[in-house]
C-alpha cells in the first residue's frame, strides 16, 4: 500500500515493499502463503469419506474460509481508522484515503455474511418462499440467486457473457484487479503511479501480486486433472477450496496493510508536524 508522509520539503514514500522490520518473519510468511496455496493438491489422493466431510456444508473448509473473510475484513477497518488517524494528522502529505481501505473491508464482512447465509443455519430462521424460489440452494444469500449462477434452475449452462454475472467470478477479477494487475501498471509509469496515489488505492508488493496468479494456476491445473467426468464430490470439494484460498489471500493482504499502517504510525509519531490535530 503506498503510503508518504510530507515533513517540510522532505517525503517519505512507502510502497509495495515487504519490509522485514514490518512484519517479523516475513520469509517465513511469504513461504507459509504460498505453501497453503498448493494444499489443494492433496485434494486427489484423499478418501471419498474425507472429501465428503470436508466439503459438507458448513465444514472445515467453508467455516475456514468465513473466518478468513471475517478476520479480514477486521483488518481492514482497524487499519482504515489508524490511517483516518493520520489523514487528520498530516492532511494532503498522506496519501491513503481511508475510505477505499473503509470499503474494502465492508467488501469483505459481506463476504463473510453471505459465506455463512447471513446466519441462517446458526440461527435457524426461516427462508422466505419467493427467496427459496430463486435461490438454487434454497438459501438466505445472494450469490446463489439463479441470476448469478452458471446454469439455470433446469441444468442447462448459461451462455459466456450470462456466466460473467457470478458473484464468484466478479470477486476473483476484483481480486486479481486489486492485488495484481494494480501493482504491475505502477511498477513503472509514473503516471498510474500518481493516478493510484490519488485515489488513495492500494498497492500491494511483489509477493502479494503473485498469490493470485499462482492461486489461478494451481486451481485451473487440478481442473484439468480431474476432468469434467471426475469425481462429483471431489469437483465440489475443489470449489470450496478455491474460495477459501481466495478469501486466505485478502486475509494476507489485510494483514500486509495493517503491519503496514502500525509501521507508518509508528514512524508518524516520531516526526509529528507541530500543528498536527487529532489524538
Known sequence: MISSIETGDRRSSTGGVLDRHTIPGARTAIGTAYALLFSACILPFLSIDTLAWLGEEDGPVENAGALCFLLAGILFFSTAHKTARLHRQWGA???????????LGALLLVCFGEEIS???????YPVPGWVEAINQQGEWNLHNLTWFQAHTVEGVKKSFWARLIDMNRLLAIFQLTVCTLVPAFTAYPATCRAWVMRIGLPVFPWWIAGLVPVHLLVSQTLYAIIGGGGDPILGDV???????MRAFIFLVVAMWAYGRATATASTAAGTRPPDAVGP
Open 93 to 103: 502529505g498522506h496519501s491513503v484515503t481511508p475510505l477505499v481501505l473503509y470499503a
Open 118 to 124: 447471513w446466519g441462517q443455519r446458526l440461527f435457524h
Open 238 to 244: 475443489l470449489d470450496e477450496t478455491k474460495e477459501t
